[in-house]
């Protein structure tokens, strides 16, 4: 560990070292640990509707044009449920965009999700875990898409607390507000918002986030966030493209938090980038 520079009376460290010790183990979390956890999911819901289906049978066997709606009802429930878990994970693993229906809500990821997560406290899966597989996956999702994403106009979400704690400036209403004083990631984060020309907003909730999105009505979100937070935002917001950064949190939760530059960046660019192509189309 080493100290920062001073600015005033004031020197806050800066872990480094604890926070790409950090980043390297988030990083080896994969796709596959949520896409594994929503297919158990989608085969116990269907052995829970085969059960339903078989408790109910006594009662409708008898009137035939019942016995077929509910046959109708309950199997074409689960098949629109497994064909969209199929899509999601083909264009995952290969990058082709297969989503469908476009733009619109999907269930798929909203029933199988708390599923999924009830799965991964009982076989011992830390939460935490499946949400950060949850973000790869919405992220390989997103970058499926870049022919249909329209990145003009970009929101930039970040999470309060990766403002020191010793800084008394407001910046959830202007993040312009912030000095710049480098001992914490906002200012190289301001900078990065005038590079691109982006908006950038700090919040302190899901619901004041939603509410600078509703305000912006963004084509394309890049957000900073702990992996309960972006889980909760990517599904709020959805459909429009998120690109979710987790951050680093080498003092513990919500308090003088990390990012990545990098990662950050090339969220921004992957929007820019292709903005610009989907421009001379």
Request: hydrophobic share 45%; glycine share 8%.
């Amino acid at each position: 560990m080493h100290m920062s520079p001073d600015v005033g009376n004031i020197t806050v460290p800066i872990h480094s070292a604890k926070k790409t010790e950090e980043s390297l183990w988030r990083t080896a979390w994969t796709k596959a640990i949520f896409l594994a956890a929503c297919w158990v999911s989608y085969l116990l819901m269907v052995m829970l509707g085969g059960f339903i289906y078989y408790l109910i049978l006594p009662r409708i066997a008898v009137i035939h044009w019942v016995n077929y709606i509910v046959i109708a009802a309950i199997g074409g429930f689960l098949f629109i449920l497994g064909a969209g878990l199929f899509l999601i994970s083909i264009t995952v693993v290969t990058g082709i965009d297969l989503l469908y229906p476009h733009n619109k809500k999907s269930i798929t990821v909203k029933l199988l999700f708390p599923v999924a997560a009830m799965l991964s406290q009982l076989v011992g899966i830390n939460r935490n875990k499946l949400r950060a597989s949850f973000v790869k996956v919405n992220n390989a999702m997103t970058t499926s898409q870049r022919k249909r994403i329209k990145g003009d106009r970009i929101l930039i979400l970040l999470p309060h607390c990766l403002q020191i704690d010793v800084c008394n400036r407001k910046i959830t209403g202007n993040i312009n507000n912030c000095l710049r004083c480098g001992k914490c990631p906002v200012g190289h984060l301001l900078e990065l918002g005038e590079k691109y020309r982006l908006n950038l907003q700090v919040v302190n909730g899901g619901t004041l986030a939603r509410r600078k999105v509703a305000e912006f009505n963004p084509s394309g979100i890049v957000a900073v966030a702990c992996e309960r937070d972006l889980t909760m935002g990517i599904q709020d917001v959805f459909p429009i493209p998120v690109y979710g950064v987790i951050n680093d949190r080498p003092n513990g939760p919500c308090f003088n938090t990390c990012v990545d530059m990098s990662i950050v960046e090339d969220a921004i660019r992957f929007f820019k980038d292709n903005t610009a192509v989907n421009e001379t189309v």
